[in-house]
């Protein structure tokens, strides 16, 4: 009784998270909407199967029997799709990648047929699971090469968040570890100590871990073009201004599309949404994995970027530049990009707060395209 309430409790943590904010809206846009939802309901599935087990385990006839059976079956069915869809989702947020899925898709394709088919075989070979007479579910001979391919999925998974954390801020690393780490712990004692719930809850605070970090990144981010909004911006800098108060060295880049208007007058607003996603996309091309990039309003950008020592921020101009100039070679857009790109570094004696320091980057910005109008 005491499993049971505990699944129907980890039930209705995922119906809240499934039906709360607008994810559902969005999926067909943000694929890791999509990989997330596909978490979701494998563990609904996995929980439910798992209860109907519990609930009919041990009870007399021939009706308990099946239900038991086909249960068992379902739940070793539906337990082969969560660590695939983990790993899919936590390559894609490293990478940010869709092309990469595919090449993954076929290994893991591969383990999820084998797995599959031994959970339907064991109806009728007992490989995975039995069911005895008495309608008691047991364990199988094959059930711990079942755990085997579940136990190397997760520290695959564990290998390749750790091999590529530099590839994410510290925060989206945090998250993705907050998998595979509690899950395998848990894996470990249920495979040990048969009758041990672990599993399920401790994938439940993971999926409401995931659901608090999608939420606030979605919050924090704008729809159109994927970089920081506003407010985000104005919470980033003021953090950021902190650390150069305490030594860290702080430069900021203000982004300015020449002749955005006429785009977007002779182009149609279409092409002028084209246009902020490109310059979006290149300058996230361009900064470094803990520099970001932020949407302040029309068509204007901001990247902050702070260390330790001191940087060239013209290094990170020269890569905005080149990424405009392959694009414009390109030929895909009916237009042609041209960026007023103000840079300056905070000097803690001269500014006190982030509207000071954006004042001097939208100077500095003012007067390059002074230049440009006067050459």
């Not at 709360?20 to 909407?33: K, P, Q, V």
């Not at 092309?99 to 075989?121: D, E, F």
């Amino acid at each position: 009784v005491l499993q049971l309430q505990l699944y129907f409790f980890c039930l209705v943590v995922i119906a809240i998270i499934w039906f709360s904010g607008d994810r559902r809206r969005t999926a067909r846009r943000d694929l890791d909407t999509r990989l997330f939802q596909a978490l979701l309901l494998s563990t609904a599935a996995m929980i439910l199967t798992h209860a109907c087990i519990l609930l009919f385990d041990g009870r007399p006839g021939p009706l308990a029997w099946l239900l038991v059976v086909s249960s068992s079956t379902l739940y070793y069915l539906f337990h082969s799709l969560p660590l695939p869809l983990s790993i899919l989702y936590a390559d894609f947020q490293l990478f940010r990648d869709e092309k990469r899925l595919p090449r993954l898709m076929g290994p893991l394709g591969a383990v999820m047929l084998v797995t599959t088919i031994l959970a339907l075989l064991t109806p009728f070979l007992g490989l995975v699971f039995t069911v005895d007479s008495d309608n008691h579910y047991r364990r199988g001979p094959w059930f711990p090469a079942y755990a085997a391919t579940q136990f190397l999925l997760s520290l695959f998974l564990v290998a390749h968040i750790i091999r590529n954390r530099r590839k994410v801020s510290r925060q989206v690393f945090t998250v993705l570890v907050a998998y595979p780490l509690p899950m395998i712990l848990a894996s470990i004692l249920q495979t040990a100590i048969y009758g041990l719930i672990l599993l399920w809850p401790t994938m439940t605070l993971f999926l409401v871990t995931v659901a608090f970090n999608l939420e606030n990144r979605r919050s924090k981010t704008d729809y159109l073009t994927g970089a920081a909004n506003r407010r985000s911006l104005d919470e980033e800098l003021e953090r950021r201004i902190e650390g150069a108060k305490g030594g860290r060295r702080l430069y900021g880049l203000l982004i300015d599309i020449d002749a955005f208007k006429g785009i977007n007058d002779s182009l149609g607003h279409g092409a002028g949404d084209r246009a902020l996603e490109d310059v979006s996309a290149i300058l996230h091309a361009s900064v470094r994995v803990d520099d970001l990039v932020a949407r302040m309003g029309g068509d204007e950008f901001v990247v902050l970027a702070d260390s330790r020592e001191a940087m060239d921020i013209e290094d990170l101009v020269c890569r905005v530049e080149e990424g405009i100039e392959v694009l414009n070679a390109s030929g895909q857009r009916p237009y042609r990009l041209s960026l007023s790109l103000g840079r300056g570094e905070f000097d803690p004696a001269n500014c006190e707060e982030g509207r000071a320091f954006l004042a001097l980057l939208d100077a500095d910005v003012y007067r390059r395209k002074l230049g440009k109008a006067g050459d």
